[in-house]
């Protein structure tokens, strides 16, 4: 047999396998890298460059940060002029003019304004707030539409009824209406309250207390029986 070779063709294949797959993720990281480098912004970089090489006595740490700057611009310059070799019509979005502090703040606001924004959908208690939304939901085995143990809570896709209350945010506990008067059981409650006046108290001495040795009663007497 020779050296290096495995006796067994599914572990031989296996290790191939795994070789690709390995070679597959290092491409794609290094991908990812330099398309990342495409969409940096230069500006800050060459607003740096300019600022230390109009020092005309720089420092050593000054000398040592511009040769930095200068070798990192050249390396996104360098990836840039690649890409657009590849994606001419790319040219527009990677060599983007210089964005204004408004424009910059415009395009932060867009960014947070796109984010999906979160429904409330349980209680204080952890129940659900609409549990017959729950995919989980039965009137019987499950009227509160609560997960099993271990799985996620997912409601199903909301009917064009739901989506206009979502739209006209009726979820809110805030907008549920009360019933008008006192909660149920407030009447009479003073009039059922145990006072501890009405306790009936056990007839004879009061028990002795803690530590205390009860009196022993005294003998009962006899009537002298005339002579």
């Given at each position: 047999?020779?050296?290096?070779?495995?006796?067994?063709?599914?572990?031989?294949?296996?290790?191939?396998?795994?070789?690709?797959?390995?070679?597959?993720?290092?491409?794609?990281?290094?991908?990812?890298?330099?398309?990342?480098?495409?969409?940096?912004?230069?500006?800050?970089?060459?607003?740096?460059?300019?600022?230390?090489?109009?020092?005309?006595?720089?420092?050593?740490?000054?000398?040592?940060?511009?040769?930095?700057?200068?070798?990192?611009?050249?390396k996104i310059n360098k990836k840039k002029e690649e890409y657009v070799a590849e994606h001419p019509e790319q040219r527009r979005l990677v060599y983007r003019g210089r964005r204004t502090a408004k424009e910059k703040?415009?395009?932060?606001?867009?960014?947070?304004?796109?984010?999906?924004?979160?429904?409330?959908?349980?209680?204080?208690?952890?129940?659900?707030?609409?549990?017959?939304?729950?995919?989980?939901?039965?009137?019987?085995?499950?009227?509160?539409?609560?997960?099993?143990?271990?799985?996620?809570?997912?409601?199903?896709?909301?009917?064009?009824?739901?989506?206009?209350?979502?739209?006209?945010?009726?979820?809110?506990?805030?907008?549920?209406?009360?019933?008008?008067?006192?909660?149920?059981?407030?009447?009479?409650?003073?009039?059922?309250?145990?006072?501890?006046?009405?306790?009936?108290?056990?007839?004879?001495?009061?028990?002795?207390?803690?530590?205390?040795?009860?009196?022993?009663?005294?003998?009962?007497?006899?009537?002298?029986?005339?002579?």
């Amino acid at each position: 047999m020779a050296k290096g070779k495995s006796a067994n063709p599914a572990d031989a294949f296996r290790k191939a396998q795994r070789k690709k797959e390995l070679k597959k993720n290092k491409a794609g990281r290094s991908k990812a890298r330099d398309f990342a480098l495409v969409k940096k912004d230069t500006f800050e970089l060459e607003d740096e460059i300019t600022a230390l090489s109009s020092n005309p006595s720089p420092s050593d740490a000054e000398k040592h940060r511009l040769k930095e700057l200068q070798t990192e611009l050249e390396k996104i310059n360098k990836k840039k002029e690649e890409y657009v070799a590849e994606h001419p019509e790319q040219r527009r979005l990677v060599y983007r003019g210089r964005r204004t502090a408004k424009e910059k703040e415009d395009e932060e606001k867009e960014e947070i304004d796109a984010a999906p924004k979160t429904r409330k959908l349980f209680d204080k208690n952890g129940i659900p707030l609409h549990p017959e939304r729950s995919i989980y939901y039965d009137p019987v085995m499950n009227p509160f539409g609560v997960p099993p143990p271990g799985m996620p809570y997912i409601e199903r896709a909301l009917l064009p009824s739901e989506q206009e209350e979502v739209a006209d945010g009726e979820d809110d506990d805030d907008d549920i209406a009360m019933p008008e008067g006192p909660p149920p059981g407030a009447d009479g409650m003073d009039e059922n309250e145990d006072s501890d006046d009405d306790i009936p108290m056990p007839e004879g001495p009061p028990p002795p207390k803690p530590g205390e040795q009860p009196v022993p009663p005294l003998p009962a007497t006899h009537p002298f029986l005339p002579h």
